[in-house]
């Protein structure tokens, strides 16, 4: 069988180290040269997949683990060593997919991979000038996309034929998997919530949002619907929904959420305040019927669950106190239409989720069974090793 020239130039260089040296602090100039970048990573069948394509395949995530872990080389480097293991095993998975297409199938027809560019030229570049230009700037030449494009085109096809098609389940095993995961479904106490957001932008002056939030519970106490209140005013991101943040447990600050989960069902709550502490320190400004500043409550983020509770201010008798505060950085207005108590989630309201999750299974254990069996019958070297 033909394999291509063939010289290693670093025989007692394994596959890991050289995968570390390319993660190291000089692989960007490691790369530059052949000695590095065109080592053979792996052969598969009379290709011959080099080091330089397991990077090139794994640049995107190699330059997000660089912006996360940047600090920490160590760990940067164990990462890095990784996904490009990953990424070397991609490609030798597509290698063996391509060549089991070419000996039970035969080629793609010329036309349809023409068609297949063409579409792709009109929904990502727009126009074929588009096109040329982004392939210059990733340095890309027509003949490589064209054979990227036929790959994709095969992968598609072999693993729709070998893979989806063979993937089957069962109302049975949704039911299984729903009763041995019955702790993955359980939901705490709930809200069905709608909230009018206002913010700097509202008015010029927080004390001019102040006084536009209490012309809002003017007119909410005169029959103002609060979704229509909230679709004009809020500034929030559910503002188009009427402020509908639908059923939530967690979604909230833990000092919004004691206030929510503390109302009634069809009952509003009074005017609320946010307003920022020092480092992880946040309080929540709870305002009488009048607009003076009753009670203020502070708390600390945790990674937990919940914030915790730091201290707690009444100025209901002191409102000399309450005028000393800083003002807040944003006010809330909040409706709670329901409730529910915990619960687990009806099999009926997770049936889809879960039969998703068995799709996905399903389909990375049947593909990764039809690769072995790719690899049984296929020539794959890994010459680093």
């Not at 096809?157 to 019955?182: C, D, W």
């Not at 001019?208 to 679709?231: C, H, R, W, Y």
């Not at 505060?325 to 108590?341: A, G, I």
């Amino acid at each position: 069988m033909t394999i291509g020239r063939y010289t290693p130039r670093f025989p007692r260089v394994t596959r890991l180290t050289l995968i570390a040296i390319l993660c190291a602090g000089f692989a960007r100039s490691a790369l530059a040269t052949p000695e590095i970048g065109n080592y053979i990573a792996a052969i598969v069948n009379d290709s011959i997949i080099t080091y330089q394509d397991v990077h090139d395949a794994s640049r995107k995530s190699l330059f997000a683990l660089k912006e996360i872990y940047g600090r920490q080389q160590d760990v940067l480097r164990a990462k890095e060593a990784s996904v490009m293991n990953e990424a070397l095993e991609a490609l030798v998975a597509k290698t063996l997919i391509v060549d089991e297409f070419k000996n039970s199938v035969g080629v793609v027809p010329e036309n349809m991979l023409d068609n297949q560019i063409s579409q792709q030229i009109r929904k990502q570049f727009v126009d074929r000038q588009n096109f040329r230009k982004s392939l210059r700037q990733e340095g890309i030449s027509f003949e490589k996309y064209r054979k990227m494009t036929h790959d994709e085109l095969v992968m598609h096809f072999m693993i729709e034929r070998n893979v989806r098609s063979a993937i089957i389940v069962s109302p049975q095993k949704i039911e299984g998997y729903y009763t041995n995961h019955l702790d993955d479904y359980k939901v705490g106490n709930q809200v069905k919530l709608r909230m009018i957001v206002l913010k700097p932008a509202s008015a010029p002056t927080m004390a001019g949002v102040k006084k536009l939030a209490q012309e809002l519970i003017t007119k909410l106490d005169g029959g103002a619907a609060f979704s229509e209140m909230a679709a004009i005013y809020s500034e929030g991101s559910e503002k188009r929904q009427g402020g509908d943040w639908g059923w939530i447990d967690k979604e909230l600050r833990q000092g919004l959420a004691d206030v929510a989960f503390s109302l009634r069902p069809g009952e509003r709550s009074g005017l609320i305040g946010r307003a920022n502490g020092e480092g992880d320190e946040y309080s929540i400004y709870r305002y009488d019927k009048d607009g003076h500043l009753a009670k203020v409550l502070k708390y600390r983020e945790k990674s937990g669950d919940k914030d915790q509770l730091a201290e707690e201010k009444d100025f209901s008798n002191d409102p000399s106190g309450a005028a000393a505060m800083p003002d807040p950085q944003e006010f809330y207005l909040m409706l709670v239409e329901d409730k529910r108590t915990s619960r687990i989630k009806k099999l009926a309201e997770v049936k889809d989720e879960i039969e998703r999750n068995l799709v996905v299974e399903e389909r990375n254990r049947l593909q990764k069974q039809w690769i072995e069996r790719l690899k049984a019958k296929a020539f794959v070297r890994y010459p680093g090793n």
